[in-house]
């Protein structure tokens, strides 16, 4: 069974541009999660999907990030227009039930310029 | 605030040898989960252990296991006889609610 994965791998912008980071959740998990960790940060928590709808997007910087989780499946992070702080790893995890053990994808390095 | 943190940034260890990566987290709730995490690199992030709170026997995984201190609010991961694959960055995280709150990791290198 594949695990959760993210695209792209890498992205390098330029301050001010648009990114779109997807996630693709383990198949038949309803819960999704965005973390992000600036470099040599802890790892914080952005947001928390149950199906489509937002449960929790406490963690979300600023106006400038929308996530979306359309037919609740696949979920889009975009970032507009970015700043120089929001360079980073931005982590994507989900769970079949919100107490269950969340599965990590590999993670989106994020560099603005 | 609750908070989790992992006081060394890098460790080193001999191959075979034993290393115990430390964790102090501060929480008021009296029920929960503590969990290490490990990212190899370039690889996404998986479990290695988790504990719970009202546990107080501590976790083992194999060559991993815990030092659980609910009094002190301590979770250290000792790595007996360590493998280069051990390799790592590992993180302490604990789960408030629906999230995991994580401190800043703590890269492991293992010598051969």
């Known amino acids: 069974e594949a695990g959760v994965t993210q695209f792209p791998s890498h992205s390098v912008i330029e301050k001010g541009q648009t990114v779109t980071l997807r996630c693709d959740p383990i198949?038949?998990?309803?819960?999704l999660y965005w973390y992000r960790r600036v470099m040599g940060k802890e790892i914080k928590f952005l947001l928390h999907?149950?199906?489509?709808?937002?449960?929790?997007e406490s963690g979300m910087p600023n106006n400038r990030f929308l996530a979306e989780r359309t037919g609740g499946t696949y979920s889009t992070l975009k970032v507009q227009p970015a700043e120089l702080e929001d360079s980073g790893v931005y982590f994507c995890?989900?769970?079949?039930?919100?107490?269950?053990?969340?599965?990590f994808g590999p993670g989106t390095r994020l560099t603005v310029l | 605030a609750q908070t989790v943190t992992q006081s060394q940034p890098e460790m080193s260890v001999q191959e075979a040898e034993t290393v115990t990566l430390s964790c102090t987290y501060d929480?008021?709730?009296?029920?929960?989960?503590l969990f290490w995490y490990k990212q190899p690199p370039s690889r996404q992030m998986i479990l290695v252990i988790r504990?719970?709170?009202?546990?107080?026997q501590n976790a083992t995984e194999n060559r991993f296991s815990v030092n659980f201190q609910k009094a002190a609010k301590s979770f250290s991961l000792k790595i007996s006889d360590s493998q280069l694959g051990d390799a790592a960055m590992y993180f302490c995280?604990?789960?408030?609610?629906?999230?995991?709150?994580f401190g800043a990791g703590t890269i492991l290198r293992v010598k051969s």
């Open positions: 504990q719970e709170a009202y546990k107080q």
């Open positions: 999907f149950v199906k489509e709808s937002k449960q929790d």
């Open positions: 995280a604990y789960r408030r609610g629906n999230k995991l709150v």
């Open positions: 995890a989900s769970s079949w039930r919100a107490y269950n053990e969340q599965f």
């Open positions: 929480t008021s709730e009296s029920d929960y989960y």
């Open positions: 198949s038949g998990h309803d819960n």
